[in-house]
């Protein structure tokens, strides 16, 4: 068994996230301030320091700089995400805004990072660590007291062994392989929204509304997304309070089946003590 803990047992999330930031622009910019501003508000940004744990593109660092905080620190395990970070930073903050972008893992932080910051951030990023709770508490370590811990969490399904299954054959496969995979898994998306009458080249144009993400690279990324962990709002709650921290925002998912895949709930939680 490979340790899930490692760069060299994930899915290739750098690679990805390197190819969607050539689809960066304004608008995915806006979409993802607007998807920050929904967790945490203006004047809890306003002149505070961030951590931004998984950065993968850099794109919400990049929000949250732009929304005023002092400084970010911005990091993620894989090489490729660390230098799209350096390169989508480096092309649109101003000379003003002050960051670094480290090469680190999660469960390094405690030891590698002596400051501690305002915000915490890690959206959609530590359920696919390898161990997910110890990763959650890893990150805790670098909030400061009254500060705020905002985490994205895959909401848990009756799905979701199944999809762990299929994620790490798709981690492990071939390109062509990951490409007929995802043609499938595409293919009986358009079904299901047919048979439900939506419309799926709206949803598939609008996507970017969804924190300025990309269609095609968040099916690749949801269908390799491995390591995969999973976990029900209850659960989160109940462990965030045993590290002495309290829920302040929610936005969680209705509940569902988990054919197509799960989805991130989202929380801000704020440390007490
Ligand atoms: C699904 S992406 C999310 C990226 C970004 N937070 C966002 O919202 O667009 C998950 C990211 O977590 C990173 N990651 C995975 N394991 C990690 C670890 N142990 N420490 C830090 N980052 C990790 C991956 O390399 C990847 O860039």
Redesign the pocket.
């Known amino acids: 068994m490979k340790n899930l803990?490692t760069v060299e047992s994930?899915f290739a999330?750098?690679e990805n996230?390197s190819e969607y930031s050539a689809l960066i622009d304004d608008v995915k910019i806006q979409e993802a301030e607007k998807g920050l501003l929904r967790l945490v508000d203006q004047k809890q940004l306003t002149g505070k320091t961030f951590l931004d744990?998984?950065?993968?593109?850099g794109?919400?660092s990049l929000a949250a700089l732009r929304l005023g905080v002092t400084k970010v620190l911005a990091?993620?395990?894989?090489h490729e995400?660390v230098t799209t970070t350096k390169n989508v930073l480096q092309k649109y903050v101003l000379p003003a805004m002050q960051y670094e972008v480290q090469e680190v893992?999660?469960?390094d932080l405690p030891n590698k990072v002596s400051e501690k910051f305002d915000i915490v951030y890690?959206?959609?990023?530590l359920h696919?660590?390898g161990d997910m709770y110890q990763?959650i508490k890893d990150a805790t370590q670098l909030v400061k007291s009254d500060g705020l811990l905002v985490l994205a969490l895959y909401r848990k399904t009756p799905m979701c062994g199944t999809w762990r299954r299929i994620k790490r054959w798709y981690t492990y496969t071939t390109d062509k392989r990951q490409q007929t995979a995802r043609q499938v898994y595409i293919f009986l998306k358009k079904i299901r929204f047919k048979l439900s009458g939506r419309d799926f080249n709206a949803y598939k144009e609008n996507y970017y509304n969804s924190?300025g993400m990309s269609f095609e690279h968040d099916v690749h990324?949801w269908m390799g997304?491995y390591p995969y962990e999973s976990i029900t709002p209850e659960e989160t709650e109940s462990f965030m309070q045993t590290l002495g921290f309290e829920l302040i925002k929610k936005n969680v998912h209705a509940s569902g089946f988990g054919l197509f895949g799960s989805g991130c709930d989202e929380f801000v939680f704020k440390k007490m003590l």
Do not use: E, P, Q, Y
Not at 53 to 57: A, D, E, M, Q, V
Not at 75 to 78: P, R, V
């Open positions: 803990k994930h999330f750098g996230w744990i998984g950065c993968g593109s794109l919400h990091t993620d395990i894989d995400s893992s999660v469960f890690s959206w959609g990023v696919h660590t990763a924190r990324d997304g």
